[in-house]
């Protein structure tokens, strides 16, 4: 408390401290994500902020994108590239990410889609 608020403990037994406000301290300890030693001890999770589990996802929507645009538009006799690993977050476990084959519709759908769309 003394490091981070500048609050002595012994202040409780001074009189000069009240349990309310030791609450609020440590609660507004948990919440500073990446800096409280706390609160990575309680959740994993909380050694990265919000911004930076989103520039992780941002990154892996890049990585994913760009390798599904090549696979798409890459000749038959180019290399295949393997699918990008995900940046890993705390207290994630490596995964390995293998993309569906893609489902396509049947003539009859696209038909039957194109009449329904013509009869609006």
Not at 19 to 29: A, E, K, Q, T
Not at 65 to 91: H, K, Q, V
């Amino acid at each position: 408390m003394l490091q981070f608020f500048g609050v002595d403990f012994l202040d409780l037994w001074r009189g000069q401290l009240s349990l309310r406000r030791i609450n609020i301290l440590i609660g507004s300890l948990l919440n500073q994500h990446g800096r409280s030693a706390v609160a990575a001890v309680i959740d994993e999770a909380a050694e990265w902020s919000e911004s930076d589990y989103l520039l992780a996802r941002i990154s892996d929507a890049l990585e994913l994108g760009n390798w599904l645009f090549y696979t798409a538009n890459s000749g038959e006799d180019a290399e295949e590239l393997p699918a990008p690993t995900p940046i890993l977050r705390p207290g994630q476990e490596e995964e390995t990410f293998e993309p569906e084959a893609p489902a396509y519709a049947s003539t009859d759908e696209v038909v039957d889609f194109f009449t329904r769309m013509n009869n609006l």
